[in-house]
C-alpha cells in the first residue's frame, strides 16, 4: 500500500517561506509519480506541481512559477515543495499524491490522473 505523509504546513507572513514535506517510500518513489495540489475553502483541488508524463519534465502552476520548487531526496524518500515569497492566495491545503508510473499525466493534470493522496497540511498565509 502507499503511504504518504505531508508535513510542514503553517502559518507564515506574507513573503515568508515554508517547506513541505512529502515522506513516503522507496518502493512507491521506483513505481509512482509525486506531485502536489492544494485546495482553498469552496474551491477545487488544483495542480501546483507535477512531473508531466509525456516528457518528464516538471511543471508549476502559472500562479506559483518562479517561487515554488519541488525537489526529491531519494536518500530521504521524501519529496519537498519549496514556497518563498508566500502571498495570502496561497493559503490551502496541500496534498502531495502519487500516480502510477504508465499513467498518463498531462501537462495540465486532473486529480483523477494520481491514484494515492496524502492527508494534506495547511498553510496560512497571513499577517
Known amino acids: 500500500q502507499v503511504q504518504l505523509v505531508e508535513s510542514g504546513g503553517g502559518l507564515v507572513q506574507p513573503g515568508g517561506s515554508l517547506r513541505l514535506s512529502c515522506s513516503t517510500s522507496?518502493?512507491?518513489?521506483?513505481?509512482?509519480?509525486i506531485g502536489w495540489f492544494r485546495q482553498a475553502p469552496g474551491t477545487e483541488r488544483q495542480p501546483v506541481s507535477y512531473?508531466?508524463?509525456?516528457?518528464?519534465?516538471?511543471y508549476y502552476a502559472d500562479s506559483v512559477k518562479g517561487r515554488f520548487t519541488m525537489s526529491t531526496d531519494n536518500g530521504k524518500n521524501t519529496v519537498y515543495l519549496m514556497m518563498n515569497s508566500l502571498k495570502p492566495e496561497d493559503t490551502a491545503v496541500y496534498y502531495c499524491?502519487?500516480?502510477?508510473?504508465?499513467?498518463?499525466?498531462?501537462?495540465?493534470?486532473?486529480?483523477?490522473?494520481?491514484?494515492?493522496w496524502g492527508q494534506g497540511t495547511q498553510v496560512t498565509v497571513s499577517s
Open positions: 512531473i508531466s508524463s509525456d516528457d518528464n519534465k516538471t
Open positions: 522507496k518502493w512507491t518513489l521506483d513505481r509512482y509519480s
Open positions: 499524491a502519487a500516480a502510477a508510473l504508465g499513467n498518463r499525466i498531462a501537462p495540465i493534470p486532473s486529480p483523477y490522473d494520481y491514484d494515492w
